[in-house]
């Protein structure tokens, strides 16, 4: 484990966030600042300046950005979006249980499980492959035209449904990436403790893959997030389809400016913790090598 | 760094300086107002054609005629369907020959978006509303629409005979159509309404039961039970709101065509054309029992 905190940059380093890296690097403190306040504001002013004047600006202006359109719009699409929550909430929690399953089936060693590995993989690759947006119509769609006894009509579900198997894919490749990080040292070290198989991937291998791999998966779910919207496709009243209504009924899109702002609200807390989770994880680390 | 914000600043002016370019460029190419309807003063997208916009499929009984490709269902260019022979009669009074009649697939999204309009206009039943007037211009009246129901036969809605008996239903709409608004605004259902992208994903929903109700326009509502969903029948219609809703043609805001179609589309309604046109089309589309 030593070595792996040797490759890590200086702890110094890492603690700066990103955003700031260039400025503090430039060394002499105030005029740094300076500096960057004066080129961000040139930066921003011409941005600005370049935008306004653009001969079609004033029809953007009264199509995207029409305030009075955008607060009519918003009480409506946030009452919608509440859906949105709801079907990121439900799916997580799936996505996370299928994943490990898929990605654990992966993992299996020896040719006995070959099929399994074998169904593991079409799974991981069909699942990312079709278009979610596909996916969802087919099943929302397709499945309650079977009409069979006891199979759910729902849109909604369906579309959860789809969510569900497609995420799946990704994060069971998360999932993987973690369980091959840990070192096979640790399984034979466990093993050689009278572990069986099943207690050694439960006890040792997934706990350490499971805490490598949290960044990426919220990232996943960041993405999840959004593509709630794809409910829309079967004709569910989503933020996304709330805002269709309101951009088709005016012809304008500041609806959409609004439920883009509701996504992004969820979206960024969801993105600054991650954030935070791999700083915690990089500094866990240091600390560990420091020992070592 | 000075090197580099200086290149940032050089930059930056640069895209200031082509912003205000394209602004001077297009201020001197803004239409020039034609003063008469004469087929030489027509303001038009390609010079001596005229570009008529509709989305794709084209469904009767709006379009007929067998589809050639790019048109699906139905094929614009036959003169065949209501809108069709209503934009070749209108062609005809602006004095275009049948062939300097060019349809272009104008999905309806694209009818009202900013900037210059590949069509000179649209004819796709859209609903006049104010909000909409806004944005585009719309020619007069060319078909007085009604908003009415199908159902599946047979079903519990089907005995319905009051708009207040249609209350507790799941009811859909489709995108962009006035019909979510008249659901809204006039049933109240106490279910949340579906509003769904597509018409055929509208159609699947009504067929699988997944919504007890389609609300939708008179003569399309003709034809989705005649055609797409079996055993299905049109519930009846609504009376009209006061000042009615009609369909006209799309216009890109301030375009001077406008009065000229306008012109065209008084004498029709005058010599008696689009009475007959209504006539040969959309005469099914009458005895339907009005709800109220």
Known sequence: MASEGDRRPDPEVARRSRLLEG???????????????????????VVIVAVTQSAGWP????????????????????????????IFLVCEVFILILALVIAVLRSLPGPVFFPLRALAILYADLARGVP??????????????????????????????????????????VYRAGIESVHPSQEAAARSLGLSRFQALRRVILPQAIRRVIPPLLNDFIGLQKDTALVAVL?????????????????????????????????????????????????????????A | MRKLALLLLVGSLAVVAAGCGSKKESAS???????????????????????????????????????????QVSD????????????????KELGFAKDEVTWKHVPFNNSFAPGPKSFDFDINQISFSPSRAKVVDFSDSYYDVNQSVVVNKGTPIASASS???????????????TSYQFIQDTIKPSKKPSVFPQNAGAVQALKNKQIDGLVLDLPTAFYVTAVQVPNSKVLGQFAAEPGGEHFGMVFEKGNSLVKCVNTALAKLRSDGTLKQ????WLAKATGAPTLK
């Open chain 1, 59 to 86: 029809e953007v202006k009264r199509a995207f950005f029409d305030w009075g359109d955008i607060s009519n719009a918003f009480p409506d699409i946030a009452r919608a979006f509440v859906l949105n929550v709801k």
């Open chain 2, 76 to 91: 614009p260019n036959s003169g065949q369907g209501y809108e069709s022979a209503v934009a070749y009669a209108v062609a």
């Open chain 2, 163 to 177: 708009v207040a008996a249609l209350k507790p239903y799941e009811l859909g709409a489709q995108l962009g159509t």
């Open chain 2, 277 to 280: 046109l209504q006539q040969q």
């Open chain 1, 23 to 45: 400025l503090r690097l430039e060394g002499e403190g105030a005029r740094g600042v300076a500096i960057a306040l004066l080129s961000s504001f040139v930066f921003v002013a």
């Open chain 1, 235 to 291: 004709g569910v009243i989503d933020a996304f389809n709330q805002a269709q209504i309101y951009s088709n009924s005016t012809f304008t899109y500041g609806a959409y400016l609004a439920a883009a702002a509701l996504f992004v609200a969820i979206t960024i807390p969801l993105a600054r913790l991650t954030d935070w989770l791999i700083a915690r994880d990089r500094r866990r680390q240091q600390a560990g090598s420091a020992f």
């Open chain 2, 29 to 71: 190419g803004t239409t020039t107002a034609a003063s008469s309807c004469a087929k030489d003063d027509l303001n038009l997208v390609t010079t001596d054609q005229l570009t008529v916009g509709t989305d794709n499929p084209a469904f009767p009984p709006w379009f007929g005629g067998t589809p050639h490709k790019p048109w």
């Open chain 1, 132 to 173: 979610t947006i596909l996916v969802i119509a087919l099943l929302g769609f397709g499945a309650p035209a079977l009409q069979l006894q006891g199979v759910p009509t729902s849109r909604v579900f369906w579309a959860g449904v789809g969510l569900i198997l497609i995420y799946s894919g990704y994060v069971a490749e």
